[in-house]
């Protein structure tokens, strides 16, 4: 089986959740969101807040929490027939979330399927960033991820 090894990263004053299906294996080892370096998530984010992409762990935590973003996973562990959701309680319970966001079908689905009767919310599904979407290119990302979050974002 698998086992997610990120833990989620929020703090109080965090508005807005993004969350991913389950990390890559480039993202295990690296114990930290979105490493793989063809996934345009940090690219993404970066521009929609208007910032230099960052590079290491801790400029990506601090751009994250600077402006009032959480990041998680849908799924917690997987084997093959058997997937333990996230809690994702614990951030809800600690943060004023005021919209969850799912990075792609992948998560939105596992979302509806496993977490949404736990929170009680509807999430909005985002193109995904990762490489396999090619169809949508940088800059249709850019603008679909700019305009779902930046109504949350702007009174941080």
């Known amino acids: ?37 063809q996934n345009r998530f940090w690219p993404t ?12 762990v801790e400029d990506k935590r601090s751009l994250v929490l600077r402006h009032g973003i959480a990041l998680w996973d849908t799924i917690g562990s997987c084997e093959i027939a058997n997937v333990v959701p996230n809690d994702l309680r614990v951030i809800l319970e600690t943060a004023d979330i005021q919209a969850i966001f799912c990075n792609g079908g992948t998560s939105y689905a596992s979302y509806n399927k496993y ?22 290119t ?19």
Not at 141 to 153: M, S, T
């Open 1 to 37: 089986s698998q086992v997610h090894n990120i833990p989620p990263l929020y703090d109080d004053r965090s508005r807005v959740l993004i969350l991913g299906s389950f990390p890559s294996v480039k993202s295990r080892e690296a114990a930290f969101f979105y490493a793989h370096p």
């Open 138 to 156: 940088q800059d249709k990302l850019l603008h679909a991820w700019r305009e779902a979050l930046l109504p949350y974002l702007s009174e941080v």
């Open 45 to 56: 984010l970066a521009a929609v807040l208007d910032e230099a992409t960052p590079k290491t």
């Open 115 to 136: 977490c949404r009767a736990m929170t009680g919310r509807e999430a909005a599904k985002l193109p995904s960033t990762s490489p396999a979407n090619a169809r949508w």
